[in-house]
Antibody, heavy 124, light 107 residues
Framework: QMQLVQSGAEVKKPGASVKVSCKAS????????MHWVRQAPGQGLEWMGI?????????NYAQKFQGRVTMTRDTSTSTVYMELSSLRSEDTAVYYC????????????????WGQGTLVTVSS | DIQMTQSPSSLSASVGDRVTISCRAS??????LNWYQQKPGKAPKLLIY???TLQSGVSSRFSGSGSGTDFTLTISSLQPEDFATYYC?????????FGQGTKVEIK
């Protein structure tokens, strides 16, 4: 069955960067877009961006994270990565990868399978 | 960005109750509305997409309706495993946005 397995929890100091991985299995990795969504403690869900696992790894980031987030993929290991830089305390959250559909139009932005989440704590 | 507003923010209900959760969009989103269930410490789970289509493997006691700006998630007969937080999400425009969540608690 399909599975998304994320890397473990991280503790970072303000100003540092964090890179979270998400390894996919049980389906054709290059057939589905991948999204990243975060959830601050006790808060709701916030979309961060999308990566196309095929064509050059094209990305589209939420304006809020432009300039601070980088999403990449490694097709040889079926893994996507999300790197967030210039961390601040407000970035403390659980970060999820979530599988999208085989298309990139807005109507395709629904998430049918999620990783287990990676807690990133930003604290001095 | 499109704002999604859910009501109520929380509710208490008993096993067997019929439960209804509302979601309102700040502009028309046609039927591009999805519902998720999240249990504590777990990732969200897709329940319904395109406002009323049940995701594969999801119990038929869940149903969705609505179009335009007003949507509803209904649980026909609440089961113990349904106590969770529910989120709506619009997929009409980028960025996709979520409601603030509705927590369903045991009465």
């Amino acid at each position: 069955q399909m599975q998304l397995v994320q890397s473990g929890a991280e503790v970072k100091k303000p100003g540092a960067s964090v890179k979270v991985s998400c390894k996919a299995s049980g389906y054709t990795f290059t057939s589905y877009y991948m999204h990243w969504v975060r959830q601050a403690p006790g808060q709701g869900l916030e979309w961060m961006g999308i990566i196309n696992p095929i064509i050059g790894g094209n990305t589209n980031y939420a304006q809020k994270f432009q300039g601070r987030v980088t999403m990449t993929r490694d097709t040889s290991t079926s893994t996507v990565y999300m790197e967030l830089s210039s961390l601040r305390s407000e970035d403390t959250a659980v970060y999820y990868c979530a599988r999208g559909m085989s298309c990139s139009s807005p109507s395709c932005y629904r998430f049918d399978s999620w990783g287990q989440g990676t807690l990133v704590t930003v604290s001095s | 960005d499109i704002q999604m507003t859910q009501s109520p923010s929380s509710l208490s209900a008993s096993v067997g109750d019929r439960v209804t959760i509302s979601c309102r969009a700040s502009q028309s989103i046609s039927n591009y509305l999805n519902w998720y269930q999240q249990k504590p410490g777990k990732a969200p789970k897709l329940l319904i997409y395109a406002a009323s289509t049940l995701q594969s493997g999801v119990s038929s006691r869940f149903s969705g309706s609505g179009s335009g700006t007003d949507f509803t998630l209904t649980i026909s007969s609440l089961q113990p495993e349904d106590f969770a937080t529910y989120y709506c999400q619009q997929s009409y425009s980028i960025p996709p946005t979520f409601g603030q969540g509705t927590k369903v608690e045991i009465k």
